[in-house]
C-alpha cells in the first residue's frame, strides 16, 4: 500500500473480489488480465466467455525479504512494471472518448 500511496492512490478500504463473485454478476469481459503465479502452483482463475486472456507475471511484493526498505524498493520495482503493462495494453487497446 505504501508504494501505491506515494502516488497518491489509497487502495486501504479496497477488498478482494473472489472470481466467481464476478463471473456470477453477469459481467462480460473482453479482456481478463491474470497475474497469478502457475510456476508457484497457483491455479489461474478460469473466465468463460473471454475473448482474449493475458497473463502478465509480476513478482509477487509479499514474498520480499530484506530490510524495510528494500522490500519496498523492489514493491516500487513490480507497481512501475505494472504500471507500465497498463500503459502499453491502453496505448494499444484502449479508446479515448471522442468529442
Known sequence: MEA?????IDISKNTTQ?????WKSGQIFQFVVTVCS?????????FPGV???????FDDPSKFTGTH???LEK???????????????????????KV
Open 4 to 8: 501505491l500511496r506515494e502516488l497518491g
Open 69 to 71: 526498505e528494500e522490500r
Open 18 to 22: 473472489r472470481v466467481f463473485d464476478v
Open 51 to 57: 475473448t482474449t486472456r493475458l497473463h502478465w507475471a
Open 38 to 46: 502457475e510456476a508457484e502452483g497457483e491455479g489461474c482463475p478460469i
Open 75 to 97: 514493491t516500487r520495482r513490480v507497481r512501475d512494471e505494472i504500471r507500465g503493462k497498463i500503459d502499453s495494453f491502453c496505448e494499444e487497446h484502449c479508446v479515448a472518448d
